[in-house]
């Protein structure tokens, strides 16, 4: 018997229902930009931003890390994928971006349509509550590379800001506010030393009463994006700096965006930790410093502002009930 692709471990059916199966979801977050259809070996959107005086193209990639460990436990695939495109979405938000259009990869080591397809309609939700157009990515299947059942998702997006509007930290300056939007819990961060200490103790079909759910429920919360709370201050330029919170933690990602003569000085009892972040803590342990590093601690991102603007900003995040959490300060 002579040996082929899919004896081999790859099906090139399975890929085509697959595409079959995506096809009529992708087709809906398209907009008059979009130019081709799925299919073709490059997606082409058109760059005619006429709103635009000067138009500056904003990228990023990322992934959502061991969180997919989770989507496997619980077999709920679909809000990874909306994870992935509000992490990218927020990454360039912070850039004072909008999207434009997301590419994504999903890998896996024996392709099941059903579970590729549930995962992409996860990018296709979030991509069309972002109004970004999904025009492009790649399925690919890898016998061996993946353990039975699991895969790898990964994704780039590509926004756009007027060039006077870019946002990059540099105008703030001492005496500066800084307003905390709440995340929805670990966003797509800290999920190693979560698991390492949650779910050697508890399964993820466990139900704590702190939380109202499951903890598998709780950390398959879906990252947060901020884009529709946000962009219109923007617009309003209300809005001095955005950090992104990731992994490291408050301090480490909002560092990125200072000058060098200013410091951060953020006030941690201005909020209440979410629940889930008092159960990691306690159960495994972990020092306060390292929860700073590792977590979010329900603080998704961080607009840097004018006292001036202060309330404008808090009026016009509602109901996402921002709140003052700090200051900026003169560096030592």
């Known amino acids: 018997m002579s040996i082929t692709y899919n004896t081999s471990g790859v099906s090139i059916e399975a890929g085509e229902k697959t595409v079959d199966l995506i096809k009529p979801m992708i087709r809906s977050t398209f907009d008059s ?30 992934g959502v890390g061991t969180k997919l460990k989770l989507a496997f436990a619980t077999g709920i695939h679909d809000t990874v994928g909306q994870c992935l495109v509000n992490h990218c979405t927020n990454d360039i938000l912070c850039c004072g971006a909008k999207p434009l259009f997301f590419l994504d990869y999903f890998a896996t080591g024996k392709l099941e349509p059903q579970t590729a397809a549930s995962v992409i309609s996860g990018f296709v939700k979030a991509c069309r509550e972002n109004k970004c157009a999904l025009i492009g990515g ?3 299947e890898m016998p061996s590379f993946y353990s039975e059942g699991e895969y790898d998702i990964s994704g780039t997006i590509v926004g756009v800001v007027e060039k006077e509007k870019i946002i990059n930290g540099a105008q703030i300056s001492p005496g500066d506010v800084i307003i905390g939007l709440p995340s929805s819990g670990l966003h797509t961060n800290g999920y190693s030393l979560a698991r390492a200490v949650m779910l050697k103790k508890y ?27 946000v962009y219109p201050l923007l617009e309003l330029n209300l809005i001095k700096g955005i950090s992104h919170i990731t992994g490291g933690g408050i301090i480490g990602n909002t560092k990125r965006i200072l000058p060098k003569n200013v410091s951060l000085e953020i006030d941690w009892q201005s909020w209440q930790w979410l629940p889930i972040f008092d159960i990691i803590m ?5 020092e306060t410093e390292e929860m700073r590093k590792v977590f979010n601690l329900g603080i998704g991102m961080i607009l840097i502002s004018s006292p001036d603007n202060a309330n404008q900003i808090l009026e016009g995040t509602k109901p996402a009930v921002a709140m003052f959490i700090g200051t900026i300060g003169k560096a030592d």
């Open 33 to 62: 930009n979009v130019l081709t259809d799925i299919g073709l070996f490059g997606g082409f959107y058109d760059a005619k931003f006429t709103e635009f005086n000067h138009p500056v193209l904003v990228a990023s990639t990322d």
């Open 138 to 140: 790649e399925t690919a």
């Open 282 to 286: 306690r159960e495994g342990n972990i």
């Open 203 to 229: 399964e993820h079909s466990t139900y704590f009463n702190e939380l109202g759910k499951t903890l598998g429920e709780a950390l398959l919360e879906v990252h947060k994006s901020y884009l529709n709370v």
